[in-house]
């Protein structure tokens, strides 16, 4: 089959053998574990994985494909695939009797965020994800602070994820090339979040304030929220930005609100 990647969907398909071989080297998977990718494509991942003996699931929107991939791999009893939008997909519901899914995929450029998130709503039964992303993205993800990269998406994933870079993927490594580099992120789900929070909703919600402005000071960016003299009792210091303030010390200003009074994302979907 000759498929011509679709503009709308976002479709670059990796196809660099060596790339291939550093991601399944990175994956260390075991046999019998329960795989989960997003976004397979015309299968450059598909096959090695199933040829490791998982019990793998793809989750594919492009309708062309999943009849080519339902054709390719019609022999393969590991291999389940389903035609369906993963922005909208249950993955919690492939989890059976407890188990923890593995899950990767090489992101549309264009709901990479919003996918992540949606997926942390099933973080409980999530062992571990990796993701080929943007590396302008993957970079804003694994910022410290005071990087120019740290932001909302570093503050927020963070909260719920171990993150780490792992390698650079070029463009010349897929099929029609993007117009910029991309690179493979590993986000391991905290077993137990790495700071104490009274609402998620309220963390965002202080997020964003403190963002939303870059040059502004707290002080000032999150002034309709807190005022100075609370931040100051926290033991932070107003006059420093958004790009400095560590996860640990938004967790303190979002622990401040009281939620009746916002008009907050109401779960992860609605975030960033």
């Given at each position: 089959?000759t498929?011509?990647?679709?503009?709308?969907?976002?479709?670059?398909?990796?196809?660099?053998?060596?790339i291939?071989?550093?991601?399944?080297?990175?994956?260390?998977?075991?046999?019998s574990e329960?795989?989960?990718?997003?976004?397979?494509?015309?299968?450059?991942?598909?096959?090695?994985?199933?040829?490791?003996?998982l019990?793998?699931?793809?989750?594919?929107?492009?309708?062309?494909l999943?009849?080519?991939?339902?054709d390719k791999f019609?022999?393969?009893?590991h291999?389940q695939?389903h035609s369906?939008?993963?922005?909208?997909?249950?993955f919690?519901?492939?989890?059976?009797?407890?188990e923890k899914?593995?899950?990767?995929?090489?992101l549309?450029?264009?709901?990479?965020?919003?996918?992540?998130?949606?997926l942390?709503?099933?973080?409980?039964?999530?062992?571990?994800m990796?993701?080929?992303?943007?590396k302008?993205?993957?970079?804003?993800?694994?910022?410290?602070?005071?990087?120019?990269?740290?932001?909302?998406?570093?503050?927020m994933?963070?909260?719920?994820?171990?993150t780490?870079?792992?390698?650079?993927?070029p463009?010349?490594?897929?099929?029609?090339?993007?117009k910029?580099?991309?690179?493979?992120?590993?986000?391991?789900?905290?077993?137990q979040?790495?700071?104490?929070?009274?609402?998620?909703?309220?963390?965002n919600?202080v997020?964003?304030?403190?963002f939303?402005?870059?040059?502004?000071?707290?002080?000032?960016a999150?002034k309709?929220?807190?005022?100075?003299?609370?931040?100051?009792?926290?033991?932070?210091?107003?006059?420093?930005?958004?790009?400095?303030?560590s996860?640990?010390?938004?967790?303190?200003?979002?622990?401040?609100?009281?939620?009746?009074?916002?008009?907050?994302?109401?779960?992860?979907?609605?975030?960033?």
């Amino acid at each position: 089959m000759t498929h011509t990647p679709r503009k709308r969907f976002g479709q670059n398909f990796l196809h660099d053998h060596n790339i291939i071989n550093n991601i399944l080297s990175s994956l260390q998977a075991k046999p019998s574990e329960h795989w989960v990718e997003i976004g397979p494509g015309m299968g450059a991942l598909t096959k090695p994985l199933l040829d490791q003996g998982l019990n793998l699931e793809v989750v594919e929107l492009d309708r062309d494909l999943v009849t080519y991939l339902k054709d390719k791999f019609k022999d393969q009893p590991h291999l389940q695939i389903h035609s369906a939008d993963a922005l909208r997909f249950d993955f919690s519901a492939l989890a059976k009797d407890n188990e923890k899914l593995r899950v990767i995929g090489n992101l549309p450029y264009n709901i990479s965020t919003p996918l992540m998130f949606h997926l942390l709503n099933n973080s409980y039964c999530i062992e571990d994800m990796h993701f080929m992303l943007q590396k302008e993205v993957v970079d804003r993800i694994c910022a410290a602070p005071g990087s120019k990269k740290y932001g909302r998406l570093s503050v927020m994933m963070q909260y719920f994820c171990a993150t780490e870079l792992l390698f650079d993927v070029p463009p010349e490594s897929f099929d029609p090339a993007p117009k910029v580099m991309s690179a493979i992120v590993r986000l391991v789900p905290h077993e137990q979040p790495p700071v104490q929070i009274n609402s998620l909703k309220m963390l965002n919600r202080v997020v964003v304030s403190a963002f939303s402005q870059r040059r502004k000071t707290l002080r000032n960016a999150l002034k309709k929220i807190i005022d100075e003299e609370s931040i100051i009792a926290l033991g932070i210091d107003p006059t420093l930005r958004a790009e400095v303030i560590s996860l640990a010390d938004y967790a303190k200003l979002s622990n401040l609100l009281k939620e009746d009074d916002l008009n907050l994302a109401e779960d992860l979907d609605d975030l960033l």
